[in-house]
């Protein structure tokens, strides 16, 4: 199957004409992974072979198309700055914005992820689950989400998808300071984490 075949089902139809121009650019392989929690995308590359895309294939037209675009930026800072330094870097950076401007219209993004996406440009980082204006904006049209870390009041006990409990604490920056209870220490947890609500055992008297 041809890397347009894969693609042009998966992502915004009002985003095919200039979109097609890069999927035939790009001389790799572009295929469809499983779901995976721990990113919704990658770039893979190995002396003497093709590179390979793999993008989750139970992403949304809008997040494919955004996670696409961000792994062909990895694409040609491997192809075109042989010496960058970080994978998310400068360079990086660069291109993602070159490849994402021609697509920030709305026949393509409804107008919270364009204004999301458009912010998110200013410094992009290294994940969309990483900006939580933009990851808020992507589940728009998901179905009603759970609770969140987010959604629970200061101080409440939660099981997270592992199984661990934590206490929600205070929000640093754009994570909140969460405190296992079985061991006592401090993670930054996303507040978008689905988690489940504990009530905290009753006192006997």
């Known amino acids: 199957m041809s890397n347009w075949a894969v693609v042009a089902a998966k992502v915004p139809a009002a985003a095919h004409p200039r979109l097609q121009r890069l ?3 790009y001389s790799g392989r572009i295929r469809l992974a499983a779901p995976r929690k721990s990113k919704w995308g990658d770039f893979r590359w190995q002396a003497g072979q093709p590179s390979q895309i793999s993008i989750n294939r139970d992403l949304s037209p809008e997040a494919f198309l955004i ?3 961000h792994e062909f930026a990895h694409a040609q800072v491997h192809a075109w700055d042989p ?3 970080s994978p998310h870097g400068p360079e990086w950076q660069s291109r993602y914005r070159q490849l994402v401007l021609p697509f920030l219209t709305p026949d393509i993004f409804p107008p919270a992820l364009l204004t999301a996406l458009q912010r998110s440009l200013h410094k992009p980082k290294a994940s969309c689950g990483a900006d939580v204006a933009l ?3 992507l589940q728009t049209d998901l179905p009603k989400r759970g609770q969140t870390v987010e959604s ?3 101080g409440s006990l939660f099981k997270a998808p592992s199984g661990r409990i934590f206490t929600k604490g205070p929000k640093r920056r754009t994570r909140f300071s969460c405190v296992e209870l079985k061991t006592g220490r401090t993670f930054a947890v996303h507040p978008l984490t689905d988690v ?3 009530n905290p055992p ?4």
Do not use: D, F, I, Q
């Open 196 to 198: 489940e609500l504990v």
């Open 202 to 205: 009753a006192h006997g008297r």
């Open 135 to 137: 990851l808020k904006a």
């Open 23 to 25: 999927v035939g650019a």
């Open 83 to 85: 010496h960058y330094s």
């Open 152 to 154: 629970l009041p200061a």
């Open 67 to 69: 996670t696409l675009l």
